[in-house]
């Protein structure tokens, strides 16, 4: 009997062939297994009939840990007389199917311990085997094989060759193989030495020690890195060199007891650190390392994932700020040139090429749950399932924290975090993005979906592109993408959503940002949203958000501004004419971001915005441990949620409670002013569904609180898990609301 297979999912690169050799040889069948150019795996067995039934489950059951099934085709052949099994040269071919490869994933425990017990690989670098290492980050085209990868350059040693071919090695056909004798080298540029090899981690970490800031060069991008002690005086040099004053860098600690000196780590954050991705998690602080994360009550903290990274913990006893090598709203530096610039006293980099740049992935844990701030290295490019039809489309996402979608058969493939996209650059790695990931799976968009806002960048491409290709465009409105997206997650028909974010460009031409939708995924209905205000200076009151307490409270405000004249960038006249025009303002938001933005800066604790979310996320610090002291009801106008009495309120209580009590109070309204509308419309429309979207529902305190309220109302409560609340995750939504509009009109 022969049957023929083929296999589809994330079944290259992940040790599935040697794995489908291994178990046709041991049930004594003969045949072949290759790669094929669409990512999937074709296999032929012949041999008795049970002992194949056999096989398939086994190919079922007993797959590689990094291996996803997610379909096997299987239909039976005539017999040719195979003499034995074997694992042939791969093909271009591509029969159909989606598949791809993994992600890049952390070094493995058998990897760290060879880089102690093997001599050709004691101390070396870039240890690898089937189980781990880079993937996405090296790949050039399809199939996974050495010659179209960034490995190309670098020919086995016999060693490595044996191992290569020996079917009962780990690193059997592991296409990253290599060791001191044939893999890369790595360097140390320091003034005017140049240190090769083990030593250059050394002297690396020497210089670490002795305060100097070190250009790391990771699997997708560079680093800069500094010890960061109490005293924090190298971490203040490298925010002066990146020019961020207040942004909060990430750490990477030796291993978890490291992380517990400094913060607190909970079973599923301890999970999700020592997990193979070793994302960036968002820590509570225990200790305060000054610079780090100024005025903010958690760290960003990930573990060691290459080997370069577990050489240096050798000899550094300190947590690692490990920032992205970029200046604000560029795409992270992933070559020697661009690196060269950044101003770092060394520079430790291998000659081995990145092909595609990758940021590190950011997970929080709220209420036990796991939520995706940043989707990236470790999970890129794993698609997230779809329900709904076959047509190709390609979502172009927002404006800030940007990832494409690209939709096919059912599987959303979203691109890697790309950034802003005001620079040049930014959009230049866009536009590469989308190539590099539309080449590997094989795609050609059918139709092209993007934000409702006209002047946004990824609206202009979208536009391009539909025009260019003769393609219909679907213009999807932020809000609605939002809740949309945590819909498909879900696979939800209809749902109550609270779209609660910074800014989204309203169907009424509007600035949108706290809305209550009736939301089907094709289309959805406005049903109430926070209280219109003014926004002095438009989009300077991001920037300055003084200016959005002028615009919520007018001349009710002149006294309390007048005292911090000085924070506005025109000193008194600026404030004299904000306070006067405030009324009057053509642009005005329902935004809830812009709402925080204006409590914190009324409670002075950030009257100038240096990062995107700054204000609401230092009031959520400040907020921790608070009371609720106001004890305000619920406020409508019409369709409006009445928050400008919540500002009036705070003001008239400013000496009267803390700020920490008044922090909390500020979000406690917000949150059961929404939760309270929520539920009554989600009566209304007899809905079981509330979902919850956008970049504010990252605050701890309002989504818990809107949590509960829900549940105790008997509803359904919804938060988006596989993909960022934020707009990291909006081209999904564009993308789940286009394929929807399609499938009704046909």
Same mark, same amino acid.
């Given at each position: 009997?022969?049957?023929?297979?083929?296999?589809?999912?994330?079944?290259?690169?992940?040790?599935?062939?040697?794995?489908?050799?291994?178990?046709?040889?041991?049930?004594?069948?003969?045949?072949?297994?290759?790669?094929?150019?669409?990512?999937?795996?074709?296999?032929?067995?012949?041999?008795?009939?049970?002992?194949?039934?056999?096989?398939?489950?086994?190919?079922?059951?007993?797959?590689?840990?990094?291996?996803?099934?997610?379909?096997?085709?299987?239909?039976?052949?005539?017999?040719?007389?195979?003499?034995?099994?074997?694992?042939?040269?791969?093909?271009?071919?591509?029969?159909?199917?989606?598949?791809?490869?993994?992600?890049?994933?952390?070094?493995?425990?058998?990897?760290? !311990?060879?880089?102690?017990?093997?001599? %050709? =690989?004691?101390?070396?670098?870039?240890?690898? &085997?089937? #189980? /781990? +290492? *880079?993937?996405?980050?090296?790949?050039?085209?399809?199939?996974?094989?050495?010659?179209?990868?960034?490995?190309?350059?670098?020919?086995?040693?016999?060693?490595?060759?044996? !191992?290569?071919?020996?079917?009962?090695? %780990? =690193?059997?056909?592991?296409?990253?193989?290599? &060791?001191? #004798? /044939? +893999? *890369?080298?790595?360097?140390?540029?320091?003034?005017?030495?140049?240190?090769?090899?083990?030593?250059?981690?050394?002297?690396?970490?020497?210089?670490?020690?002795?305060?100097?800031?070190?250009?790391?060069?990771?699997?997708?991008?560079?680093?800069?890195?500094?010890?960061?002690?109490?005293?924090?005086?190298?971490?203040?040099?490298?925010?002066?060199?990146?020019?961020?004053?207040?942004?909060?860098?990430?750490?990477?600690?030796?291993?978890?007891?490291?992380?517990?000196?400094?913060?607190?780590?909970?079973?599923?954050?301890?999970?999700?650190?020592?997990?193979?991705?070793?994302?960036?998690?968002?820590?509570?602080?225990?200790?305060?390392?000054?610079?780090?994360?100024?005025?903010?009550?958690?760290?960003?903290?990930?573990?060691?994932?290459?080997?370069?990274?577990?050489?240096?913990?050798?000899?550094?006893?300190?947590?690692?700020?490990?920032?992205?090598?970029?200046?604000?709203?560029?795409?992270?530096?992933?070559?020697?040139?661009?690196?060269?610039?950044?101003?770092?006293?060394?520079?430790?980099?291998?000659?081995?090429?990145?092909?595609?740049?990758?940021?590190?992935?950011?997970?929080?844990?709220?209420?036990?749950?796991?939520?995706?701030?940043?989707?990236?290295?470790?999970?890129?490019?794993?698609?997230?399932?779809?329900?709904?039809?076959?047509?190709?489309?390609?979502?172009?996402?927002?404006?800030?924290?940007?990832?494409?979608?690209?939709?096919?058969?059912?599987?959303?493939?979203?691109?890697?975090?790309?950034?802003?996209?005001?620079?040049?650059?930014?959009?230049?790695?866009?536009?590469?993005?989308?190539?590099?990931?539309?080449?590997?799976?094989?795609?050609?968009?059918?139709?092209?979906?993007?934000?409702?806002?006209?002047?946004?960048?990824?609206?202009?491409?979208?536009?391009?592109?539909?025009?260019?290709?003769?393609?219909?465009?679907?213009?999807?409105?932020?809000?609605?993408?939002?809740?949309?997206?945590?819909?498909?997650?879900?696979?939800?028909?209809?749902?109550?959503?609270?779209?609660?974010?910074?800014?989204?460009?309203?169907?009424?031409?509007?600035?949108?940002?706290?809305?209550?939708?009736?939301?089907?995924?094709?289309?959805?209905?406005?049903?109430?949203?926070?209280?219109?205000?003014?926004?002095?200076?438009?989009?300077?009151?991001?920037?300055?958000?003084?200016?959005?307490?002028?615009?919520?409270?007018?001349?009710?405000?002149?006294?309390?501004?007048?005292?911090?004249?000085?924070?506005?960038?025109?000193?008194?006249?600026?404030?004299?004419?904000?306070?006067?025009?405030?009324?009057?303002?053509?642009?005005?938001?329902?935004?809830?971001?812009?709402?925080?933005?204006?409590?914190?800066?009324?409670?002075?604790?950030?009257?100038?915005?240096?990062?995107?979310?700054?204000?609401?996320?230092?009031?959520?610090?400040?907020?921790?441990?608070?009371?609720?002291?106001?004890?305000?009801?619920?406020?409508?106008?019409?369709?409006?949620?009445?928050?400008?009495?919540?500002?009036?309120?705070?003001?008239?209580?400013?000496?009267?409670?803390?700020?920490?009590?008044?922090?909390?109070?500020?979000?406690?309204?917000?949150?059961?002013?929404?939760?309270?509308?929520?539920?009554?419309?989600?009566?209304?429309?007899?809905?079981?569904?509330?979902?919850?979207?956008?970049?504010?529902?990252?605050?701890?305190?309002?989504?818990?609180?809107?949590?509960?309220?829900?549940?105790?109302?008997?509803?359904?409560?919804?938060?988006?898990?596989?993909?960022?609340?934020?707009?990291?995750?909006?081209?999904?939504?564009?993308?789940?609301?286009?394929?929807?509009?399609?499938?009704?009109?046909?």
């Amino acid at each position: 009997m022969l049957v023929k297979i083929k296999v589809n999912g994330i079944v290259q690169g992940v040790g599935f062939r040697p794995f489908v050799y291994r178990i046709a040889c041991r049930l004594g069948l003969t045949g072949y297994v290759l790669n094929l150019g669409d990512a999937g795996v074709e296999i032929e067995v012949e041999g008795e009939e049970d002992r194949i039934k056999e096989f398939i489950r086994l190919l079922r059951e007993k797959k590689p840990p990094l291996a996803r099934i997610d379909e096997i085709f299987v239909e039976r052949g005539e017999e040719k007389g195979y003499e034995k099994f074997e694992i042939r040269k791969s093909r271009d071919e591509k029969k159909g199917g989606i598949s791809i490869i993994p992600p890049d994933i952390s070094i493995c425990d058998e990897c760290i !311990e060879d880089m102690e017990r093997q001599e %050709r =690989r004691r101390n070396y670098f870039f240890v690898t &085997c089937t #189980n /781990c +290492g *880079p993937r996405f980050t090296i790949i050039k085209r399809l199939p996974y094989d050495r010659p179209n990868t960034t490995m190309d350059e670098f020919e086995m040693c016999e060693e490595c060759r044996k !191992e290569y071919t020996d079917a009962l090695n %780990r =690193r059997y056909h592991a296409q990253t193989i290599a &060791c001191k #004798n /044939c +893999g *890369p080298e790595i360097f140390l540029k320091y003034g005017n030495e140049k240190i090769r090899g083990e030593a250059a981690i050394w002297k690396a970490a020497e210089l670490l020690n002795d305060g100097n800031i070190i250009a790391i060069k990771g699997i997708g991008g560079y680093h800069l890195a500094c010890i960061a002690t109490e005293s924090g005086e190298t971490v203040a040099r490298l925010r002066s060199i990146l020019g961020r004053q207040q942004k909060p860098f990430a750490l990477m600690v030796k291993n978890v007891e490291m992380a517990r000196e400094i913060a607190y780590v909970g079973k599923e954050e301890e999970k999700i650190l020592c997990s193979y991705v070793k994302p960036i998690v968002l820590l509570n602080k225990r200790k305060e390392l000054k610079n780090v994360a100024p005025r903010l009550h958690n760290y960003g903290v990930m573990l060691p994932y290459t080997g370069t990274h577990i050489m240096l913990f050798k000899k550094v006893n300190y947590p690692l700020v490990m920032t992205s090598a970029n200046y604000p709203g560029m795409p992270i530096c992933h070559t020697e040139n661009e690196i060269e610039k950044m101003g770092a006293d060394a520079i430790l980099f291998y000659n081995r090429r990145i092909w595609q740049r990758c940021d590190d992935s950011i997970i929080r844990v709220i209420n036990g749950n796991a939520l995706m701030i940043r989707r990236s290295r470790g999970f890129v490019p794993m698609p997230v399932k779809m329900k709904g039809g076959k047509i190709n489309i390609l979502a172009t996402g927002a404006e800030e924290n940007v990832t494409a979608c690209l939709l096919k058969d059912r599987n959303a493939f979203l691109t890697q975090h790309l950034g802003h996209l005001q620079h040049m650059e930014t959009f230049e790695f866009f536009k590469e993005a989308i190539s590099h990931l539309s080449n590997l799976i094989n795609f050609e968009p059918h139709a092209v979906a993007c934000d409702l806002h006209p002047s946004f960048v990824t609206t202009k491409f979208a536009e391009e592109m539909a025009e260019e290709k003769e393609l219909p465009l679907f213009r999807i409105q932020h809000h609605h993408a939002h809740v949309a997206k945590a819909m498909a997650e879900y696979g939800l028909e209809k749902a109550i959503g609270i779209a609660i974010d910074g800014f989204g460009y309203g169907s009424d031409g509007m600035a949108w940002g706290g809305e209550i939708l009736y939301c089907d995924i094709a289309d959805f209905k406005r049903l109430a949203h926070l209280e219109y205000h003014a926004m002095p200076g438009g989009d300077a009151a991001t920037k300055y958000p003084l200016r959005m307490v002028a615009g919520i409270l007018g001349e009710y405000a002149g006294e309390f501004l007048m005292e911090r004249s000085n924070s506005f960038p025109h000193g008194e006249e600026e404030r004299e004419v904000e306070r006067k025009i405030a009324r009057k303002a053509g642009i005005k938001t329902s935004s809830c971001g812009r709402l925080l933005d204006a409590v914190a800066a009324m409670l002075d604790i950030c009257h100038v915005m240096e990062y995107e979310g700054e204000p609401a996320m230092k009031l959520e610090s400040l907020a921790r441990g608070g009371k609720n002291v106001l004890e305000m009801d619920v406020e409508r106008k019409g369709k409006e949620i009445v928050t400008g009495e919540l500002l009036k309120n705070i003001m008239e209580n400013l000496g009267r409670f803390s700020r920490k009590d008044l922090a909390y109070s500020a979000e406690y309204y917000i949150a059961e002013a929404l939760a309270t509308v929520a539920i009554e419309k989600a009566e209304e429309e007899g809905i079981k569904n509330i979902v919850i979207a956008g970049g504010c529902a990252y605050n701890e305190h309002i989504t818990t609180h809107i949590k509960e309220r829900v549940r105790e109302a008997g509803l359904n409560f919804f938060i988006n898990k596989q993909l960022p609340c934020g707009d990291g995750g909006i081209s999904f939504g564009q993308a789940a609301v286009a394929n929807e509009r399609i499938k009704n009109e046909q």
